[in-house]
C-alpha cells in the first residue's frame, strides 16, 4: 500500500501505532515491528511485572501496515494544512 500524503503539504501522514515497553519477550507477531529497543537491566527492578536486576526487556512500536493518522476523517497532517487547502478552495 503506498504512503498517504497530506493534500497540501505532501508530508507522509503519522502511523497509528501501538507502544509495547517492558516485555520479557521479544515480538513474534503479524505486526510491523520498528523502534526496537533491547535493555538488560541494572541497578533497577518492576516486581509488579516480574522484571529482576539481570534480565532483559524489550520495548518496540507496532504498525498494521495499513492505519495513518487522518485530521478530522481528511488526508491532512493538522489543522494548519487543512486551513491552508479551505482558503485556496474558496479563493
Not at 503539504?9 to 533491547?38: A, F, M
Not at 516486581?47 to 536486576?53: A, D, H, R, Y
Request: aromatic share 10%; proline share 3%.
Amino acid at each position: 500500500m503506498p504512503k498517504l500524503k497530506c493534500k497540501t503539504c505532501s508530508k507522509t501522514l503519522r502511523r497509528v501505532t501501538q507502544d509495547l515497553r517492558n516485555q520479557k519477550e521479544p515480538y513474534n507477531g503479524n505486526l510491523i515491528c520498528y523502534h526496537k529497543k533491547q535493555q538488560v537491566v541494572q541497578g533497577w527492578s518492576i516486581p509488579k511485572l516480574n522484571i529482576k536486576e539481570g534480565d532483559t526487556i524489550y520495548s518496540y512500536k507496532l504498525w498494521d501496515g495499513e492505519s495513518y493518522r487522518l485530521f478530522h476523517g481528511k488526508k491532512f497532517c493538522g489543522v494548519n494544512c487543512a486551513a491552508m487547502y479551505a482558503v485556496r478552495r474558496l479563493s
